[in-house]
């Protein structure tokens, strides 16, 4: 279920373990860490992150949290 609207926001990849493909966001407007899987990112190819990236994504309420999905690397 996604939060109340479906705006991008932006955030920095805080880490990303290559081999789980998982990792967390560190949004730029709060400072909270939001949950990362790699099948949520929107990229061709093999889907990685890299601490220090910037992307946008929409956040969402999981399970177990707040959780990002449609992650977009910002160039």
């Known amino acids: 279920m996604s939060s109340n609207n479906d ?3 932006c955030g920095i990849v805080r880490w990303f373990l290559e ?5 967390f966001i560190q949004k730029s ?3 909270s860490d ?3 899987d790699h ?3 929107e990229k061709s190819g093999y889907k ?4 220090g990236q910037k992307v946008e994504f929409i956040e969402k309420n999981g399970s177990r ?4 999905e449609r992650i ?3 160039s």
Do not use: D, H, W
């Not at 081999?19 to 990792?23: A, L, Q, R």
């Not at 990685?48 to 601490?51: G, Q, R, S, Y």
């Not at 949290?65 to 990002?68: D, H, L, R, S």
């Open 65 to 68: 949290g707040p959780e990002a």
């Open 34 to 36: 939001i949950f990362i």
């Open 7 to 9: 705006e991008y926001q």
């Open 48 to 51: 990685v992150l890299v601490e």
């Open 29 to 31: 407007n709060v400072g």
């Open 39 to 41: 099948t949520t990112i």
């Open 19 to 23: 081999s789980k493909g998982i990792g």
């Open 72 to 74: 977009r690397i910002v």
